[in-house]
């Protein structure tokens, strides 16, 4: 079974500086996907980016970047130029290709902004 | 293009009775997925619905139970609620056939048992 590790229960950054969550996963499956999902106090999750592990090129939107390193099964998300909106629970997920779309999630980080 | 909706926002109950959420996807989707989310912790997958069938089953118990319609709104069911159960029940959906196989989240049903 795979399962999604984040080390960091909470994180800090000051506005407009950066800051990196960890994600770690286990799988014994070589095709799959990844996610970083923001869910802020409004409950509701938000995609904030997707990996296809079968692409090398690190994928990016806006301030959001990710750092994918398959041999080390190691997902980070690096926030730039932090904003007030950005604070939010955030969790990474897989999903496998052979088990249906069915995403595994970890515990999440809490990522507070400071003024 | 309307997103994802959940119904109702929040619902109290008691221990022993039933429940039923709602959830209608985003148009153009066919597949719904269900997820628990307790306190402090991500989501759990409980079960998925594809054309009205289910496809995919988390570590649940059986008296968690869902429906697709035709329309592919989806409903999950919970009888002889717990106090365990208490926790926001995520809905999401996707068209995985259709090309767009990540998954939109609704806003969620906060479920608390008394």
């Known amino acids: 079974a795979q399962t999604v590790t984040q080390s960091q229960p909470e994180m800090s950054v000051q506005e407009a500086e950066t800051v990196t969550l960890s994600c770690t996963y286990d799988?014994?499956?070589?095709?799959?996907?990844l996610f970083w999902y923001k869910q802020p106090p409004s409950r509701q999750m938000i995609l904030v980016i997707r990996?296809?592990?079968?692409?090398?090129q690190n994928a990016t939107e806006n301030r959001f970047s990710v750092n994918f390193q398959k041999a080390a099964k190691s997902f980070s998300l690096k926030i730039s130029d932090s904003q007030l909106g950005d604070a939010a629970m955030y969790f990474c997920?897989?999903?496998?290709?052979?088990?249906?779309?069915?995403?595994?999630f970890g515990t999440g980080t809490r990522l507070a902004v400071r003024p | 293009e309307t997103g994802v909706t959940q119904s109702p926002t929040h619902l109290i109950k008691t221990r022993g009775q039933q429940v039923t959420l709602r959830c209608s996807s985003q148009?153009?989707?066919?597949?719904v997925s269900w997820y628990q989310q307790a306190l402090g912790q991500g989501p759990q997958f409980i079960f998925q619905?594809?054309?009205?069938?289910?496809?995919g089953r988390g570590n649940f118990p059986p008296r968690f139970s869902g429906l697709q319609f035709p329309n592919y709104s989806s409903e999950l069911n919970v009888n002889a609620l717990e106090l365990d159960d208490s926790a926001l029940y995520l809905c999401?959906?996707?068209?995985?056939?259709?090309?767009?196989?990540?998954?939109?989240f609704g806003p969620g049903t906060r479920l608390t048992v008394l």
């Open positions: 799988t014994s499956e070589s095709d799959y996907y």
């Open positions: 619905y594809y054309r009205e069938e289910e496809n």
């Open positions: 990996q296809e592990a079968y692409k090398q």
């Open positions: 999401a959906s996707s068209s995985p056939s259709g090309g767009t196989d990540t998954q939109y």
């Open positions: 148009s153009g989707h066919n597949t």
């Open positions: 997920a897989y999903r496998s290709l052979s088990s249906g779309d069915k995403l595994t």
